[in-house]
């Protein structure tokens, strides 16, 4: 840790403001109008269930993000730089492109510490794939303990 500077201060307040505009302008104000439609989804038509969906993608990604701002931001009005978390998941050419780019940290941890010990991409193509579902299904597990998550991250796996 260094000594807080009045750049970082600076910078830190912005991204620590960016963060929290994300949060409440943009994830809160999509959650209430998907929640709305989500919790009686047989009264609407289909164009408004589709922006619902498009609008819980992108409160989930204001969260996330926002949530990460505001903790980088705090961090540096501190002295302390943490690393990027998120890189535009959702430009993402591929599923493992948006592992890339989405929870960076978490990836990486998951990637250094589950998924290379486990034996990474060395082996046969069927214990490669073993691996990753194994790997992804942990990281599922690891976003919520119930099936769904679990379900969410073989998917992701596969």
């Known amino acids: 840790m260094t000594r807080p ?10 991204l ?4 929290f505009f994300k949060k409440l302008a943009v994830a809160d104000n999509c959650a209430a109008y998907a929640d709305a439609v989500f919790a009686d989804p047989a009264s609407f038509n289909r ?3 589709i922006t619902a969906a498009l609008g819980y993608t992108i409160q989930i990604w204001a969260d996330f993000s926002g949530y990460t701002d505001m903790g980088r931001g705090a961090a540096r009005m501190l002295g302390v730089e943490l690393p990027e978390n998120f890189l535009s998941p959702y430009l993402a050419r591929s599923p493992s492109d948006f592992w890339r780019r989405w929870h960076i940290t ?26 990753a579902l194994l790997t992804m299904g942990l990281s599922g597990l690891w976003h919520g303990a119930n ?10 796996g596969a």
């Open 106 to 131: 978490l990836s990486q941890w998951i990637r250094d510490y589950i998924y290379i010990p486990l034996g990474g991409s060395r082996g046969s193509l069927l214990r490669v794939s073993a691996v």
């Open 47 to 49: 164009f408004t269930l």
């Open 5 to 14: 500077e009045a750049t970082g201060v600076i910078s830190g307040a912005f």
């Open 147 to 156: 099936w769904t998550f679990v379900l969410w991250g073989l998917y992701h």
């Open 16 to 19: 620590f403001g960016l963060g």
